[in-house]
């Protein structure tokens, strides 16, 4: 399918890092490893090719992400996904490591009031972190997100410059890749222009649905040519660090509209569904997914 030729011209690909089994159930009631590891395999079949498969954090920071090795050992692994860990010191990559994963995610804000919070050290700190991880990689390449990058609950607007200079930095201590995350959802479309012209567009981004507003600011930076993009299924997640933090962009609701817009993702909308119902099942309550609810815009409903 072609897309309408009264849209901007559009990527011909995106690429999607599925969050769901971390960023997703970080903030959930604590599962059992086999629950974990079931979502991880029912999502390692829907033509994703990197899952955010476990987090090696303290238990007691964030119980829900225990028995992180566990979780890596009782996965099926699927020919041609990357598996990979969200690691906060050199510790939790050495762990991760040991588990078999295929790349590290580490985490630094641009607010110094959330790093805090978040991983308990300065901005500073985590830059030095950071290259300690790189060091201990053995040549995986490690993923760095730079959280808040639109905004923070504590300090409030964060200019784009200044989310820029931290990338720098972080690139400079040997990070093979950014990530910018909507922590609390403070991003616009306006806001991603703004990061976007700061930053360039080979990077990745990662929006929160807390304002509504995930979905058009995935689109606005589509337009401005960004293809790599963190979701997660059912629309679950958000940090148990940040105030007013709130779900995901869902995984299934952007694979729906880049289907519908003839972008490719090589990720199958039924697979991801049939995911996104294992997970409410898993959780206990309906997840937040309009689309998990509804269904594609093509699903009639039964008479």
């Known amino acids: 399918m072609s897309p309408s030729p009264a849209l901007p011209a559009l990527p011909a690909e995106v690429r999607i890092r599925e969050v769901g089994p971390r960023d997703g159930l970080q903030a959930e009631s604590p599962l059992p490893v086999h629950a974990r590891a079931r979502l991880v395999d029912a999502l390692s079949v829907t033509g994703l090719r990197e899952i955010e498969a476990v987090s ?11 028995s992180a090795d566990e979780v890596m050992r009782s996965i099926t692994r699927a020919p041609g996904v990357s598996y990979v860990a969200l690691v906060p010191n050199v ?59 639109f905004g923070s609950p504590y300090e409030g607007d964060i200019p784009a410059s200044e989310v820029a200079s931290l990338a720098r930095e ?25 990061l976007v012209a700061a930053v360039g567009a080979n990077v990745r981004f990662h929006f ?22 963190d979701t997660s299924v059912g629309g ?35 697979r991801v569904l049939d995911a996104a119902r294992l997970v409410g099942e898993l959780i206990g309550r309906p997840v937040p997914s309009p689309v998990a609810a509804a269904g594609p815009r093509t699903r009639l409903a039964s008479a």
């Open 170 to 194: 972080v690139m400079s201590r040997g990070a093979t890749s950014l990530t910018f995350a909507d922590t609390t959802g403070m991003a616009t479309p306006r806001r991603v222009a703004d």
């Open 236 to 270: 679950l997640g958000g940090s148990p660090f940040a105030a007013g933090a709130g779900g995901n962009l869902a995984t299934e609701g952007v694979v729906a509209m880049l289907d519908d817009l003839g972008v490719a993702t090589g990720v199958d909308i039924d």
């Open 91 to 149: 510790r939790g990559a050495e762990m991760a490591l040991e588990a078999g994963v295929d790349g590290l995610d580490v985490t630094i804000s641009a607010s110094p009031a959330y790093n805090e919070r978040n991983v308990r050290r300065t901005v500073a700190e985590s830059l030095g972190a950071v290259a300690d991880i790189v060091g201990r990689a053995g040549g995986l390449w490690v993923d760095v997100t730079v959280s808040c990058a």
């Open 208 to 229: 929160h649905e807390t304002r509504g507003t995930g979905l058009v600011n995935a689109y606005a930076a589509l337009l401005l040519g960004v293809v790599d993009f």
């Open 56 to 66: 090696f954090v303290s238990p007691s920071a964030v119980p829900a992400m225990a």
